[in-house]
């Protein structure tokens, strides 16, 4: 009987110290990272349509076309493996993703100037599809944020950082950042013109 107390002592134990939610919430910022790049992807697969309805339109705006092209080939190259995914590899996949954005404002500016274009039924479909992918990139991210959060706790916050550092020794994972080119437009004022 004294065993069955000292085995359901050290069970409460090792299930109140991390023992599975270290792991667990581990899993939990792989997935959570894998929707951010699965988001990405979707993003980067609907920009050949995008450009291709813009192209029939606006022959003379070949710079800013190529430069969607070429800004989703190098965001294309750059992945990510979240189960070891460290600061620089998630600051390299955000930047390739945001001079991505960058060039898809640019296609969007230029669609702006067409008003056939605009009234276009496939452009306004993947203008529509764009903008629910930037939510969707937005909630996931928001959702890796959330749940590296969860695990840097687990990892540093007594009782459970004990279970790490006896057991697991997990470092704290990164926080996604805003690229250089974000920071820069935060720290301006928005420009409002009537």
């Known amino acids: 009987m004294r065993y069955v107390g000292l085995l359901f002592v050290t069970v409460v134990f090792l299930t109140g110290c991390g023992f599975q939610s ?18 990405y992807k979707r993003r980067a697969d609907l920009i050949p349509n995008l450009v291709a309805t813009v192209q029939g339109y606006a022959k003379h705006e070949k710079e800013t076309l190529e430069g969607v092209t070429q800004a989703r080939s190098q965001a294309t190259q750059v992945t990510l493996d979240p189960s070891k995914a460290t600061p620089e ?7 390739a993703q945001g001079q991505l954005g960058s060039a ?31 939510n969707r990139i937005t909630i996931a991210r928001k959702r890796y944020i959330d749940t590296v959060k969860e695990f840097n706790n687990l990892v540093t916050v007594p009782p459970t950082s004990w279970t790490n550092s006896f057991l697991y020794h997990h470092d704290k994972m990164p926080q ?17 013109k009537f």
């Open 22 to 39: 270290i792991p667990a919430s581990k899993n939990e910022v792989e997935a959570a990272l894998s929707e951010v790049t699965n988001q």
């Open 104 to 134: 898809l404002g640019r296609l969007l500016v230029v669609a702006e100037k067409y008003p056939d274009l605009k009234a276009n039924e496939n452009f306004r479909d993947l203008q529509a599809q764009l903008e629910g992918t930037e």
């Open 89 to 95: 590899q998630i600051q390299k996949y955000s930047e």
């Open 176 to 192: 996604w950042d805003v690229t250089a080119d974000e920071k820069e437009k935060i720290q301006k004022p928005p420009e409002v």
